[in-house]
Each structure stands twice: as C-alpha cells, then as structure tokens.
C-alpha cells in the first residue's frame, strides 16, 4: 500500500503536534519538515511561504483549542459573563490545556517583538475566541459583543497573572467583573 497523499489536512495535525510540544521560540522549515516527515521543500510547496505556514498552523491549533473549549465546556450557555470566564479559567487550568498555554505566550513574545506573522495569527485566534465567548454568554444577555469583549479580557487577564504567579489579583478582577 502506498504512502498517503500528503496535504495541507495531513501535514497540520503533524505540524502541530510538533509545535505543541516544542513550542516556537527556535521553529524553522527543517525540524517540522521532519516532524511531518517530508521535506521543507514541500511543505513550502503546500503552504506557499514560512509565514503562510505559520498563519495555517496557528490558525489549525486555535480551531484544536476551540474545539478542546466546547468539549470540556458544560453544555448550554453560561448563566452570567463571571460564570463564563470562572468555568473558562477553571477549564483552562486543566494540565491537557498547559501546551497551549506554553503556545500562546511563544506567541504573545513574538508579537511583542514586532512578528508581522505572530500579529496576524495572534489576532485571528483573538477574533476566534472573542466569537466562542461570546456564543457562551447567557442568552439573554443584554450587549453580547461588549460582554464578550469583557470577558476575553478578564480571563486573558487572569491567566497572565496565573502565568506570573500573581493569581490572587486576577480572582480580584473576577470578582469585579460583573460590576
């Protein structure tokens, strides 16, 4: 039986896996080329250029978060933008989110330091996330989009403040949120 025919669908599960686990503070074409065994040629040739593949990733690791969110999230929507943000924070204080996390502040650096490609990633798994709290929030909910904003912002907030050690001040602002 012959190889499968490599694609975009078959390298990112590779890719990502590969990212998830060492992180991109050193990425370059050869090791996730070897991760996905093939070469960096290909993966140029499937994904155009260094930059498009990073944007692809990234955005295929955001859609693996998103989906991670809404099976470990209870089903239905919150009961209130601070029982959102509590039962994400709880959520995403499980070890199986902790790659991520490790991810997301490789990310958070890049962007710091001007990285045009983690900028643009960066705000796309913003405007995904931004779009899965706000289809949580109560239904009733009178300003939806405002209160998603909110949200986000808490609970980026609060797990930067974990990160650091300072989780004390983040529960402080959660508890302040529906204020």
């Not at 199986?96 to 502040?105: Q, T, V």
């Not at 709290?133 to 239904?139: A, G, S």
Request: hydrophobic share 50%; charged share 20%.
């Amino acid at each position: 039986m012959s190889p499968p025919r490599l694609s975009r669908e078959i390298l990112l599960p590779q890719l990502a896996a590969h990212v998830m686990e060492h992180g991109l503070a050193d990425l370059s074409l050869r090791p996730l080329a070897r991760a996905a065994g093939t070469s960096d040629r290909m993966l140029i040739y499937h994904f155009g250029n260094k930059d498009a593949l990073v944007a692809a990733l990234l955005d295929h690791i955001a859609a693996m978060f998103a989906g991670a969110l809404d099976t470990a999230f209870p089903s239905g929507r919150a009961t209130s933008r601070n029982e959102c943000a509590r039962t994400v924070l709880t959520i995403t204080d499980r070890g199986e989110f902790a790659p991520f996390f490790r991810l997301w502040w490789d990310i958070v650096a890049g962007c710091a330091q001007g990285n045009e490609a983690y900028l643009a990633a960066a705000g796309a798994i913003m405007d995904r996330l931004l779009g899965w709290v706000e289809d949580h929030l109560p239904e009733a909910d009178p300003d939806p989009a405002h209160g998603a904003r909110r949200v986000l912002t808490a609970i980026e907030g609060a797990q930067m403040l974990r990160a650091v050690g300072r989780g004390e001040i983040g529960e402080a602002g959660l508890a302040a949120l529906e204020s």
